[in-house]
């Protein structure tokens, strides 16, 4: 069952003097609880921007995933919109117009440093992707973990069609994920997929049908995070952590990276419940200890 939460345990979240009111309006940070405890949902809420990526915008961002990062008990994260048929639009194109030069640069580079942040997110991030997940929106879903989208949701990284590049790691992230070659066609061409050929691609690891509420990617999101909750969180953790740093260096620095990962887990209280649970054949319950 979940709980979206209040305002007086929202406070948690806010740093840097953002303010709850705007906190409320743009981004809904809501830890589940009961058999769920463990999940935190952040529901993208910019209803007049579409999800689109506005300075506000970006630090209720910024300041969530950093308050996720030193929060021990959060487990498994999943971005989801609270938007109808929408993501992530993107970059706000009202509000880039305003923008200088300079101005534009700085916004880009701050975004981009938010992806790279939201990709080393301590635990696994899952993307529901229950509409449109556009330019900058399909970058903050590359940025995830797990991505899941409905079949009538579009994917695309279309920047080239307003004569600029994927400025937040979409140039760096799709080719890692599908190849060169095809990655290259998608972002020459500004192609928009549907759900089910994102998945033909491998962008997302699920397409699902979707249902009546509109929220058939997030159900099946929060399927996969309760997958992921009776397992060791350290052990989580540290798999992530191995994978996303080994994985672009060649197989002898990737065994090292995953050796000193490994190494963390060995001191650790759940690595001992673990194999008492399994010699005593019973569930083990882990503490993130």
């Known amino acids: 069952m979940s709980k979206i939460i209040t305002l007086r345990s929202l406070t948690y979240f806010i740093k840097r003097s953002i303010s709850s009111d705007r906190y409320l309006k743009e981004l809904i ?151 060169q070659s095809l990655a290259k066609e998608l972002i020459f061409t500004s192609k928009i997929l549907t759900g089910i050929e994102a998945e033909k691609y491998g962008i997302v690891n699920y397409c699902v049908k979707q249902n009546d509420e509109g929220n058939a990617a997030y159900q099946k999101s929060l399927e996969i995070a309760r997958e992921i909750l009776p397992n060791g969180p350290i052990g989580v953790r540290m798999a992530k952590k191995a994978i996303n740093n080994g994985c672009e260096t060649d197989i002898n620095s990737g065994c090292l990276i995953e050796e000193l990962c490994y190494a963390q887990v060995i001191p650790t209280k759940d690595r001992i419940e673990g194999l008492k649970a399994f010699q005593e054949k019973r569930r083990p319950a882990y503490t993130g200890e």
Request: hydrophobic share 40%; glycine share 8%; with cysteine.
């Open 29 to 179: 940070v809501e830890p589940l609880c009961d058999n769920d405890n463990g999940i935190t949902v952040f529901g993208l809420n910019r209803i007049n921007g579409r999800n689109s990526f506005s300075r506000s915008f970006l630090e209720c961002l910024e300041d969530a995933v950093e308050n996720v990062n030193m929060n021990n008990n959060v487990r498994v994260l999943i971005i989801r919109s609270h938007v109808p048929k929408v993501f992530c639009a993107g970059a706000d194109l009202k509000e880039r117009k305003t923008m200088s030069e300079d101005e534009v640069q700085n916004f880009v580079k701050k975004l981009r440093k938010f992806m790279n942040k939201l990709e080393n997110v301590k635990v696994p991030v899952i993307s529901a992707i229950d509409g449109a997940a556009v330019g900058g929106g399909l970058e903050m879903a590359l940025a995830t973990d797990i991505r899941i989208a409905s079949e009538n949701a579009k994917l695309g990284l279309v920047e080239t069609s307003l004569a600029i590049i994927p400025g937040a790691g979409g140039t760096q992230r799709l080719p890692r994920l599908i190849g």
